[in-house]
């Protein structure tokens, strides 16, 4: 346990080294310039526009933000030294996930407070944003895996990130 403790601290401060949490309120930004704007009277539905923003930037947070540090790692040398470490390969998995669950719970909390106000339901916004947020991770993880460089894995990152993303939504939008 401390194994794994250890490489979620390590892992969040990779995060901020890379820039993640700049990258990430860029788009906080973005998002509440865009809609905060937009009339609050009840004409537009904001939990479903908010879950619709969510699956788009958790595609963009998590599953690229993923293939980022698994990238930057593997042209560091960092996955081949974990060989000889201790620390288990699902231990490496579990902290880079976890650590990117935390940012996403943060990002879409904070997200659906500044636009939205405190007017939603916490438990399943937080549910939701942790299960998305752990899918698009493993995702990003599993595609990034076999590739060198975000060159190679460009087109089938886009196309595997739009396939999740639009099965996400239609799940959501669901009549049943």
């Known amino acids: 346990m401390t194994r794994l403790l250890s490489t979620v601290r ?5 995060q901020f080294r890379y820039g993640f949490y700049f990258v ?12 905060r704007p937009l009339p609050h009277d009840g004409r537009i539905n904001f939990g479903l526009v908010l879950a619709g923003l969510m699956v788009l930037d958790l595609t963009i947070t998590n599953f690229y933000y993923m293939g980022a540090m698994v990238l930057l790692e593997k042209g560091e040398g960092t996955l081949t030294s974990l060989v000889v470490t201790p620390l288990r390969a699902a231990e490496y998995l579990l902290a880079k996930m976890l650590s990117l669950m935390l940012l996403a719970l943060l990002e879409g ?15 399943p916004w937080f549910a939701g944003l942790l299960l998305l947020s752990g899918f698009y991770t493993l995702l990003g993880f599993a595609v990034i895996a076999r590739y060198r460089s975000l060159n190679e894995s460009l087109l089938y990152s886009i196309i595997s990130a739009s396939g999740a993303a639009s099965s996400s939504i239609s799940i959501r939008s669901s009549p049943h």
């Open 24 to 35: 990430s309120a860029f788009f906080i930004l973005v998002w509440v310039g865009f809609l």
């Open 10 to 14: 390590w892992n969040l401060a990779l």
């Open 109 to 123: 909390t904070l997200l659906a407070i500044l636009i939205n106000g405190f007017n939603f339901n916490p438990l």
